[in-house]
């Protein structure tokens, strides 16, 4: 899961591929039907969206090397976190609905590592 998390931080840490891949979702948003939302980032919002997926790269590059259960732990709360604020977003029509498929995925790495958490 780790692997997959870093995948996605690192698209979005590049700065045209965290454009292209954003305009995609809103794009295969409205192909599917459903409704829109404008996504109207500015160059500082691209900003922002590149420095947390530099951060996220950076933080899965140390998950990957940890076995500390603490470490992991973190990450589920930021997983909480991350999930409140795309449902909040698409709750007020400023995200298509389509991002729901990062919603999807922090809850499986929130199960994956609550799992091995338990075990460890």
């Not at 700065?15 to 979702?25: D, E, F, N, R, T």
């Not at 794009?27 to 160059?43: M, Q």
């Given at each position: 899961?780790?692997r997959?998390?870093?995948?996605?931080?690192a698209?979005?840490a590049l700065?045209?591929?965290?454009?292209?891949?954003?305009?995609?979702?809103a794009?295969?948003?409205?192909?599917?039907?459903?409704?829109?939302?404008?996504?109207?980032?500015?160059?500082t919002?691209?900003?922002?969206?590149n420095?947390?997926?530099?951060?996220?790269?950076?933080?899965n590059?140390?998950?990957?090397?940890s076995t500390?259960?603490?470490?992991?732990?973190?990450?589920?709360y930021?997983?909480?976190?991350?999930?409140?604020?795309l449902?909040?977003?698409m709750?007020f029509?400023?995200?298509?609905v389509?991002?729901?498929?990062?919603?999807?995925?922090?809850?499986?790495?929130?199960v994956?590592?609550?799992?091995?958490?338990?075990r460890?």
């Open positions: 899961m780790i997959i998390d870093l995948a996605v931080c698209l979005l700065p045209w591929v965290s454009q292209k891949v954003l305009g995609a979702i794009a295969f948003d409205t192909l599917v039907g459903l409704e829109r939302a404008e996504l109207g980032i500015s160059a919002g691209y900003f922002f969206v420095l947390a997926g530099l951060f996220g790269v950076a933080y590059a140390i998950l990957l090397q500390e259960p603490v470490h992991h732990r973190i990450n589920n930021a997983r909480v976190g991350v999930i409140m604020l449902i909040a977003y709750a029509n400023a995200l298509p389509l991002f729901g498929i990062f919603v999807l995925t922090e809850v499986l790495g929130l994956v590592t609550h799992n091995w958490l338990r460890a």
